[in-house]
T-cell receptor
Framework: AQKITQTQPGMFVQEKEAVTLDCTYDTSDQSYGLFWYKQPSSGEMIFLIYQGSYDEQNATEGRYSLNFQKARKSANLVISASQLGDSAMYFCAMREGLSQAGTALIFGKGTTLSVSS | EAGVTQFPSHSVIEKGQTVTLRCDPISGHDNLYWYRRVMGKEIKFLLH????????ESGMPNNRFLAERTGGTYSTLKVQPAELEDSGVYFC?????????????????FGPGTRLTVL
């Protein structure tokens, strides 16, 4: 079974609008972290935002916020006031076993976001 | 501070040839990871080094893949012999070591990737 599910292969939004990218996850761990990465056409992976399973408040980083609904096992990324430079592929990822310093990330298939003017 | 670097950025080889990918992590990062994204699929974990030791190699697809991290600094990933299905983008990532930020998210910093095409 997939551990990270991103059901939207592509999303389209106009500049200055907000957009939500969906992510659901599956884990039996109590301690885990959820990450969002951006991959522009140049190929590098850019870390955007993190949410820990024990964090009570939703994470925010500038125009990015993470809508964390633990009971539903969802960690949707919200981008406010979209910009043309936001056009990229977005990956949701999870790291289980946060009590260990190094465990691998589990990625979803990604969502391609296209922002138009 | 320099980020994670990978070499080469692109490699095109024929089936049956050998290719070696290199990753230089951020200085001082004990954890080094290799991931791979095959076209249209999700990014998959290959293996994890802690310093020079292989902590987890459960994602390595088969014995045609050999990873090393001599001296706990840079790492190489050799594919020998390469097959068509090995084509994809190979990412390297690094993070701080044991005792550093344990319990925190211990962010993994990614390199730009190596795009491997096997013809």
């Amino acid at each position: 079974a997939q551990k990270i599910t991103q059901t939207q292969p592509g999303m389209f939004v106009q500049e200055k609008e907000a957009v939500t990218l969906d992510c659901t996850y599956d884990t039996s761990d109590q301690s885990y972290g959820l990450f969002w990465y951006k991959q522009p056409s140049s190929g590098e992976m850019i870390f955007l935002i993190y949410q820990g399973s024990y964090d009570e408040q939703n994470a925010t980083e500038g125009r990015y916020s993470l809508n964390f609904q633990k009971a539903r096992k969802s960690a949707n990324l919200v981008i406010s006031a979209s910009q043309l430079g936001d056009s990229a592929m977005y990956f949701c990822a999870m790291r289980e076993g946060l009590s260990q310093a190094g465990t691998a990330l589990i990625f979803g298939k990604g969502t391609t976001l296209s922002v138009s003017s | 501070e320099a980020g994670v670097t990978q070499f080469p950025s692109h490699s095109v080889i024929e089936k049956g040839q050998t290719v070696t990918l290199r990753c230089d992590p951020i200085s001082g990062h004990d954890n080094l990871y290799w991931y791979r994204r095959v076209m249209g699929k999700e990014i998959k974990f290959l293996l994890h080094f802690v310093k020079e030791s292989k902590q987890d190699e459960s994602g390595m697809p088969n014995n045609r893949f050999l990873a090393e991290r001599t001296g706990g600094t840079y790492s190489t990933l050799k594919v020998q012999p390469a097959e068509l299905e090995d084509s994809g983008v190979y990412f390297c990532a690094s993070s701080q070591g044991l005792g550093d930020h344990v319990g925190s998210y211990n962010e993994q910093f990614f390199g730009p990737g190596t795009r491997l095409t096997v013809l």
